[in-house]
């Protein structure tokens, strides 16, 4: 047993993701990202990669970090080998040297990187790798979703650093797409008045796979593998206060992990109270030397008692959920689009999700990925913030209805549409 410490250790596998661990590298150079400062992001500079492969000879999946103040979660990327050889790319991620070397084993395999997705146009962690990813790759076709858009300037995609020759908007029509003998694609687009929320499904046929950026997610109960690479933010949201010295356990690591993805999910929940600043100076103070790494040891807030009803409740049936802020901010403004779009996606004879967050591989039937937009209906009994079989708790969504009210109030959104 060791005291909290930073430090990054060789990977060990804790048996909890799906799928089998391919390879990883060991030399600090591979891991490097030089354009971290564009999204700034931990980890910043160094962003290790996990690949898996999730569908033998046919599905692979490529994990790296992403986070702010140690909450940490997956951000994944998906390759899919296609009938006639050569992959298609779901979402990339940072071209670091591992992850460009992870590919071409599979290209060497399989054959070239043929096709390159952006499925997103307001997910800028999504859409700041694929210029870098496909200049790696220069015979790949870059396929984006539609209506992309920049702020503060909306400026042209090759102005962005996307391949001017060789991107192109995805058809609205999926068999319109080189593609479309593969794959099935719905298009889902709300318009937010200073720009747009996309999301393309893409359903892999041959085997019954739905790829998802954001729409839906599921939060597994342990630590995904890649978060353990480096178990320090683990460790550090551990903690109950500055002075708490952490062990570093599975236990240990399973706490952090759990309070991280409450983090993530509904950035204050109901379980957090935040410490005022004069006592958070004070504690900073006496906390141990390995506590002050991280903020000088600043710890600015604590759990309350019943943090693990919040967590149990987003992993309530194993089923996927849509993410609150999603819920609160975004599908709120078109309920009877978004539930066109779920109805269309859920058409499809799928039988596993890879979404590009938290869980790597969701095993659920259509109707299962339909019953999490149940939110946006009309319907009695049902808690108005989840679903059903699903619900999370309304104390929960508190920070986000007060962010809710003062975007609206400063014009940059516009209150929810009625339910459909």
């Keep these: 047993m060791k005291a909290l410490k930073l430090r990054i250790p060789r990977a060990k596998p804790s048996g909890t993701q799906q799928g089998h661990i391919i390879s990883h590298s060991v030399h600090s150079r591979d891991w490097s990202w030089s354009f971290w400062p564009v999204v700034p992001l931990y980890p910043y500079s160094r962003r290790r990669t996990l690949r898996k492969e999730v569908v033998k000879d046919t599905i ?38 591992e992850c460009v070397r992870l590919i071409k084993e599979l ?42 858009w920049s702020f503060p300037l909306n400026l042209p995609l090759s102005w962005l650093g996307f391949p001017q020759r060789r991107t192109q908007i995805l058809p609205a029509n999926s068999t319109d797409a080189p593609f479309g003998s593969e794959f099935d694609y719905a298009i889902l687009d709300i318009n937010l008045g200073r720009g747009s929320f996309e999301e393309v499904a893409f359903f892999h046929k041959r085997s019954r796979t739905l790829l998802v950026t954001d729409s839906v997610l599921s939060v597994p109960e342990e630590p995904p593998e890649i978060v353990q690479l480096d178990p320090y933010p683990l ?14 356990n599975p236990a240990s690591r ?17 379980a957090v109270e935040t410490i005022p600043l ?56 078109a309920p009877r689009k978004t539930i066109d779009w779920a109805d269309r996606v859920a058409s499809w004879n799928f039988q596993q999700i890879v979404p590009c967050h938290f869980d790597l591989l969701i095993k659920v039937e259509p109707h299962q990925f339909r019953q999490a937009f149940s939110f946006l209906e009309q319907q009695p009994g049902v808690n108005s913030c ?11 969504f508190a920070f986000l209805k007060e962010l809710e009210k003062v975007l609206i109030k400063l014009g940059i959104a516009q209150p929810p549409k009625d339910k459909v």
Aim: hydrophobic share 45%.
């Design 254 to 270: 399973r706490k952090g992990w759990q309070r991280i993805s409450l983090f993530a999910v509904y950035f204050r929940p109901s």
């Design 60 to 97: 692979w999946t490529f994990d790296q970090l992403q986070g702010i103040l140690y909450a940490i979660v997956p951000i994944r990327m998906t390759a899919v080998k296609l009938e006639a050889g050569g992959l298609l790319i779901y979402a990339p991620v940072a071209p670091t040297p």
């Design 235 to 248: 460790l550090f949201h551990a903690r109950d206060n500055a002075l708490d010295v952490v062990e570093d």
């Design 107 to 148: 290209v060497a395999k399989h054959g070239d990187v043929k096709y390159i997705i952006l499925p997103t146009t307001s997910g800028l962690e999504h859409k700041v790798f694929v210029g870098p990813f496909a200049r790696h790759f220069a015979d790949a076709q870059v396929f984006v979703a539609p209506n992309q």
């Design 386 to 396: 989840g679903s059903g079989s699903q619900p999370l708790p309304q104390e929960d």
């Design 278 to 333: 004069g006592q958070a100076l004070r504690d900073a103070l006496k906390a141990p030397d390995h506590s002050r790494i991280a903020y000088f040891g600043i710890f600015p807030f604590k759990w309350k008692d019943d943090w693990q009803q919040s967590f149990d409740a987003l992993r309530e049936g194993g089923r996927p959920f849509v993410a609150p802020i999603l819920q609160t901010l975004i599908l709120s403004q």
